[in-house]
């Protein structure tokens, strides 16, 4: 019985590997993108397969150990709980940034950009980790929301601090029209045109976020465009 075991999962390992192999080469090809052997400097954009045996999550994080961007996949409720484990331990424990994918892939990516921002380190931490995508974008906003019991974030200091970096942005308040402010920023940057939303990541204790809600959870199970995160 143990080897029938062993033998049914070894199936299903190759089985998805195969899988993989396939959904990289298919990606790879609409893109135009070449897929090499190993990853090495080149001055096109190319891809690299690489397979890793064990818990995903500790695999994951041993892979981000050494990457300058972690990019995960739209995130449901149907989804094994391990790859929500691992989104959120990349997040808060990792120190890199993260791109979560959006259900659909936009027609451009980086062209129009909005920066979610309330004054907090999660949001300042996000903003300096997206200024290789800043410096190359056509328009860049900077969305704060009006609450009644504090005022938006110091956001002349973020245009400035921009600005240092060759990035012009300009500013936009939104009432606060709806009680989850995730899903207002996202609504917003949609509505705009932009096709990247950048935010800070768990900015109140994970364990509160979990409970209660916050702009995290709210952003994360809505990937209307793809959002940039930094915890």
Not at 41 to 69: I, K, M, N
Not at 98 to 120: C, H, N, Y
Not at 125 to 147: D, F, K, M, T, W
Request: aromatic share 4%.
């Amino acid at each position: 019985v143990v080897q029938d075991l062993v033998d049914a999962a070894e199936k299903r390992g190759v089985a998805r590997s195969a899988a993989a192999r396939s959904t990289l080469a298919i990606g790879a090809a609409k893109a135009d993108v070449g897929v090499v052997g190993r990853p090495a400097r080149s001055e096109v954009v190319t891809a690299s397969y690489a397979e890793r045996t064990g818990h995903l999550v500790s695999c994951v994080e041993e892979a981000a150990l050494l990457s300058d961007l972690i990019v995960f996949p739209p995130l449901g409720g149907n989804d094994h709980p391990d790859i929500h484990d691992a989104f959120v331990r990349i997040l808060t424990r990792s120190g890199r940034p993260v791109l979560l994918s959006a259900e659909t892939a936009p027609a451009e990516f980086g062209r129009k950009i909005a920066i979610g921002w309330d004054g907090r380190m999660a949001a300042a931490h996000a903003l300096s980790g997206a200024l290789p995508y800043l410096r190359r974008a056509a328009s860049v906003e900077i969305l704060s929301v009006l609450q009644a019991q504090r005022p938006p974030g110091a956001v002349e200091e973020v245009k400035t601090y921009l600005a240092l970096h060759a990035v012009e942005s300009i500013e936009r308040v939104i009432a606060k029209a709806k009680p989850d402010i995730g899903e207002l920023l996202l609504d917003t940057a949609v509505a705009d045109g932009c096709d990247l939303l950048v935010v800070g990541g768990y900015g109140h204790s994970r364990l509160r976020e979990t409970i209660f809600g916050g702009v995290t959870k709210s952003v994360v199970s809505h990937p209307k465009i793809p959002i940039f995160m930094v915890h």
